[in-house]
């Protein structure tokens, strides 16, 4: 999400980056607000169909974490002039099927020409001010589940060095292109208290956020966070990505590890996701109904933690 204003300059913007949540929410009337998003960034496949899928969901996601459903997309393309036609062509089709999946529509977009290929959407939505998530209502005592597993910005890393082949980097493609309405829809029919999607920030990042906006400390499991297949490994050969090594350096002054935690594990969870699952805080009593509502909705969740009051770091791993 953008962030510019303060939320206080217009008391219909009832959210906007204060608690660093993942789109604005903007008030139409008492039953009704508009939540909009936008992202876009650079390839991280060499498909570019794929990529157009992959920037579409990750933009969607933002949508899904505030629990509504998006509506309209607006898209945003920069394209060298040296790029093939059928190349953009194959972009903007692998987003419009995403978008179509989600059940929204493109209404447009805006191109410009750049050195670097880059893409993505303005996603927009409407929903009971009622209904809308949070990642600042997580409360102690709740219990955290993560929809997809961790790692693909160290898997990209890896196939873009040559170290995994495409076929073993495709389990990462395929959860980044995978829509997180699913894990959404299913979560919906669940009393929800706080939730996030996991993207740049990585893993601990989005977390600390919640942490901070909701008061509390989250706590991991180390053991209970789903990885992507190899990941592990290639965290204990130092494949480990800039983003990776600049998330460590912001966050760990908030971020407490049991002296246990496996090291290859640690910049793991730092890791910058692209397009990654959604953290779902729900009181301890929910938590058998969620997960057999993200079951039935084709969602592996995976329960990687709680929430307990405010200590002296936002998280804290054992």
Same mark, same amino acid.
């Given at each position: 999400?953008?962030?510019?204003?303060?939320?206080?300059?217009?008391?219909?913007?009832?959210v906007?980056?204060?608690?660093?949540?993942?789109?604005?929410?903007?008030?139409?009337?008492d039953?009704?607000?508009l939540?909009?998003?936008?992202?876009?960034f650079?390839?991280?496949?060499?498909?570019?169909y794929?990529?157009g899928q992959i920037a579409?969901?990750?933009?969607?996601?933002?949508?899904y974490?505030?629990?509504?459903?998006?509506?309209v997309?607006?898209?945003?393309?920069c394209?060298p002039?040296?790029?093939?036609?059928?190349?953009?062509?194959?972009i903007?089709?692998g987003g419009?099927?995403?978008?179509?999946?989600a059940?929204a529509?493109?209404?447009?977009g805006h191109s410009v020409?750049?050195?670097?290929?880059?893409y993505?959407?303005?996603?927009?939505a409407?929903?009971?001010?009622?209904s809308?998530?949070?990642?600042?209502g997580?409360?102690?005592?709740?219990?955290?589940?993560?929809t997809?597993p961790?790692?693909n910005?160290?898997?990209a890393?890896?196939?873009?060095?040559d170290?995994?082949?495409?076929a073993?980097f495709?389990? *990462?493609?395929? #959860?980044?292109a &995978? $829509?997180?309405?699913? !894990?959404?829809?299913?979560?919906i029919?669940?009393? /929800?208290n706080?939730?996030?999607?996991?993207t740049?920030?990585g893993?601990?990042?989005?977390?600390?956020?919640? *942490?901070?906006? #909701?008061?509390? &400390? $989250?706590?991991?499991a !180390?053991?209970d966070?789903?990885?992507?297949?190899? /990941?592990?490994?290639?965290?204990?050969k130092?494949?480990?990505?800039?983003?990776?090594?600049r998330n460590m350096?912001?966050?760990s002054?908030?971020?407490?590890?049991?002296?246990?935690?496996?090291?290859?594990?640690?910049?793991i969870l730092y890791?910058?996701?692209?397009s990654g699952?959604?953290?779902?805080s729900?009181?301890?009593?929910e938590l058998?109904?969620?997960?057999?509502n993200?079951?039935?909705?084709?969602?592996s969740?995976?329960?990687?933690?709680d929430?307990?009051?405010?200590?002296r770091y936002?998280?804290?791993?054992?």
């Amino acid at each position: 999400m953008l962030k510019a204003l303060p939320t206080n300059h217009d008391p219909r913007l009832l959210v906007g980056f204060d608690t660093s949540d993942d789109a604005c929410v903007y008030k139409l009337r008492d039953d009704l607000v508009l939540i909009q998003t936008v992202d876009f960034f650079t390839p991280i496949v060499d498909d570019p169909y794929k990529f157009g899928q992959i920037a579409a969901a990750n933009a969607l996601s933002d949508v899904y974490a505030m629990g509504a459903s998006p509506m309209v997309a607006l898209n945003i393309l920069c394209i060298p002039t040296c790029m093939p036609p059928e190349d953009v062509a194959a972009i903007l089709a692998g987003g419009a099927d995403k978008v179509r999946e989600a059940g929204a529509v493109i209404a447009g977009g805006h191109s410009v020409i750049d050195p670097e290929p880059k893409y993505g959407l303005c996603v927009s939505a409407c929903i009971d001010p009622a209904s809308i998530w949070s990642n600042a209502g997580a409360k102690p005592g709740d219990i955290l589940v993560l929809t997809k597993p961790l790692g693909n910005g160290i898997m990209a890393t890896a196939a873009k060095r040559d170290i995994i082949t495409q076929a073993e980097f495709t389990q *990462a493609i395929e #959860s980044m292109a &995978t $829509l997180n309405m699913y !894990a959404r829809n299913g979560a919906i029919k669940t009393p /929800v208290n706080a939730c996030t999607d996991i993207t740049g920030f990585g893993f601990l990042g989005h977390a600390s956020e919640m *942490a901070e906006a #909701s008061g509390c &400390t $989250l706590a991991f499991a !180390a053991k209970d966070i789903p990885l992507l297949d190899g /990941v592990y490994q290639l965290s204990e050969k130092g494949v480990i990505p800039g983003g990776t090594r600049r998330n460590m350096d912001y966050l760990s002054p908030k971020i407490n590890f049991a002296k246990d935690v496996p090291a290859p594990l640690i910049p793991i969870l730092y890791d910058p996701q692209t397009s990654g699952g959604l953290l779902l805080s729900v009181a301890k009593v929910e938590l058998e109904l969620l997960m057999s509502n993200l079951a039935d909705a084709g969602v592996s969740g995976a329960v990687v933690g709680d929430v307990r009051p405010a200590g002296r770091y936002f998280i804290e791993v054992y």
